[in-house]
């Protein structure tokens, strides 16, 4: 499902997965079984795959805040809402990126191991004056998440 105005270009590909509002995957990505938030944008050549290939069990962040066991056999990722993802990155299956987290490719990180918390994103290592471009429009400590529509 490809939600209104988002962009999906030449030689993007979504198998199974949701787009929602206002989100751009760019040229050679490809989500598969993935779940991508509003105002996201996913850049060139990232692969979200959804399916591990050593033989173990997909864990993923119960309601607890602990791994718990999916029981599925694949499983892609999920980036929340206001996301930045730059180009050139392979997501593990299960994994997620917290809402308004920006990562980029990188010699330390290439590959999406684990999930990525706000806290991690990329913009917090970037002078102030352009981490600040870029605040946090969804904080998980609020007690009413509600959304405007």
């Not at 591990?52 to 999920?78: N, R, S, Y």
């Not at 206001?82 to 997620?96: K, T």
């Amino acid at each position: 499902m490809v939600g209104e105005g988002s962009f999906l270009p030449f030689r993007a590909s979504l198998f199974m997965s949701v787009l929602m509002e206002n989100s751009i995957i760019a040229q050679n990505s490809c989500l598969q079984m993935s779940v991508v938030g509003r105002n996201s944008f996913i850049g060139a050549g990232n692969t979200f795959t959804d399916y591990l290939l050593i033989p173990k069990e997909l864990l993923t962040m119960g309601p607890d805040g602990a791994l718990e066991p999916t029981g599925q056999v694949v499983l892609g990722g999920c980036v929340g809402h206001n996301c930045r993802i730059g180009s050139g990155l392979v997501v593990y299956p299960a994994r997620m990126i917290e809402s308004d987290v920006i990562l980029t490719a990188s010699p330390d990180r290439r590959v999406i191991m684990k999930n990525i918390s706000y806290e991690e994103s990329d913009h917090h290592k970037m002078p102030k004056y352009i981490a600040d471009r870029h605040p946090r429009l969804y904080d998980p400590s609020e007690d009413s998440l509600q959304e405007s529509w």
